[in-house]
């Protein structure tokens, strides 16, 4: 009975019950009078036993609701949150394709930058304990982590989160009753159904409200999944064996970068940028890995902020090394494929050369040697690419 538990219990209880209850008022004449029969229908509503149908059949029907609604966060909200910059870069480390950019234009609009970082912090905690323990990172994902920690370790701020969720929850069932009536409305006009005008002004009410429900349930969807990571980052940040005190310290590489190409015109272009202190020379864009990042997400990042390209990494290549500023410098590249272009985070000027063309232009000895090992293995994985293609092609024309 404590006021934060029962608060979030009422609000669990009533998005199951209100949505059910919404529904059975509008559906229980036609649907109830096609299960009972008119007679009896008409009998049941003039004595108590109506109001105890109608309490069973909102509850029946929201519990119903309630799991058609489940799916709205595997079918909408989920693949939305999987539009979002550090989401895409994550798909382009592990060599697969971007999002369409109507996924990336909902994202944009949803979720903004600051919830990429607290998404991304929360997950290289995660996946710093789990590695610990030797469990794949992907046996549960990320909210649910820090829900099940916070439930071990810090029960109030658990219920700070479960307040939002609880209130998503609701939305979500709304969602699935506006749809339902909108649907029903819609068929009942084409049906010539007498009261046309009251169906047309019911859909009428229900879709800015739809549109409305769903603004709701996101947004307090997202306002869970930022509260559970933001406790998990203050946890850590207060803990003296925390993630941030255990680091893995890379002695090898200090940085990332990427040989990035593309096929214009019929020939492969090769990208350069300036130098960061030095606009007269030409290099690979890389850049410093980040804790808890991996060298490939490091590499998809930096190529995304010096030239605004999105590319997906293909395969490692050589690592660089040299001095700079009393530092040692240990760059890892990968030879990644240009998929996408905008307009680049940082003001440096980035070019696309023939492969002749950016191993003169390129400035330092090392940056043309990798240039050389890329055109390699570019033509090897082009080969590959057309041969499974040709394979393909054969066995659906001739068969095995």
Not at 33 to 51: F, I, M, N, P, R
Not at 157 to 167: M, N, P, S
Request: include cysteine; charge should be positive; proline fraction near 3%.
């Amino acid at each position: 009975m404590e006021p934060q538990k029962f608060f979030i219990g009422l609000i669990d209880f009533f998005s199951i019950l209100l949505p059910g209850a919404l529904l059975t008022y509008f559906l229980k004449d036609s649907i109830g009078e096609s299960l009972l029969g008119k007679g009896e229908y008409t009998e049941l509503v003039k004595t108590q036993g109506g109001w105890i149908a109608f309490l069973f059949s909102s509850y029946l029907l929201g519990h119903f609701i309630f799991l058609i609604g489940s799916y709205i966060d595997d079918l909408l909200y989920d693949p939305l949150r999987k539009g979002t910059s550090w989401a895409q870069i994550v798909t382009l480390a592990k060599g697969n394709k971007l999002s369409l950019l109507s996924r990336l234009w909902l994202a944009k609009i949803f979720f903004r930058k600051e919830n990429d970082e607290a998404v991304r912090s929360a997950e290289s905690i995660k996946a710093f304990y789990l590695d610990k323990a030797k469990i794949p990172s992907g046996t549960i994902n990320t909210f649910q982590w820090c829900k099940a920690r916070l439930a071990l370790e810090h029960n109030e701020a658990l219920a700070d989160v479960q307040r939002y969720e609880a209130d998503s929850k609701f939305f979500r069932s709304l969602i699935i009753v506006l749809l339902m009536l909108i649907i029903w409305g819609y068929v009942h006009i084409n049906q010539g159904d007498i009261h046309k005008d009251t169906n047309k002004a019911l859909i009428e009410f229900c879709v800015p409200l739809l549109v409305l429900a769903f603004l709701r349930y996101t947004d307090q969807r997202l306002k869970s999944t930022n509260q559970a990571y933001r406790y998990i980052i203050t946890l850590e940040g207060k803990s003296e064996e925390g993630f941030h005190k255990n680091l893995p310290v890379n002695n090898l590489l200090s940085h990332a970068g990427g040989v990035v190409f593309r096929k214009r015109s019929g020939r492969f272009e090769y990208l350069l940028v300036q130098a960061k202190y030095n606009p007269n020379e030409w290099v690979l864009p890389k850049g410093h890995i980040e804790p808890g990042e991996t060298m490939q997400q490091t590499a998809v990042r930096e190529v995304i902020e010096e030239t605004g390209v999105w590319a997906r990494v293909l395969v490692p290549l050589d690592i660089i090394e040299y001095s700079f500023a009393e530092k040692q410098i240990r760059v890892q590249f990968y030879l990644m494929e240009a998929v996408r272009e905008k307009k680049p985070k940082e003001n440096r000027e980035h070019r696309w050369f023939s492969y002749d063309e950016a191993l003169k232009e390129a400035t330092h000895a090392q940056s043309k040697k990798i240039l050389e090992t890329s055109e390699e293995k570019r033509k090897e994985i082009l080969n590959k690419r057309s041969i499974n293609l040709f394979s393909k092609i054969k066995q659906s024309v001739f068969g095995k």
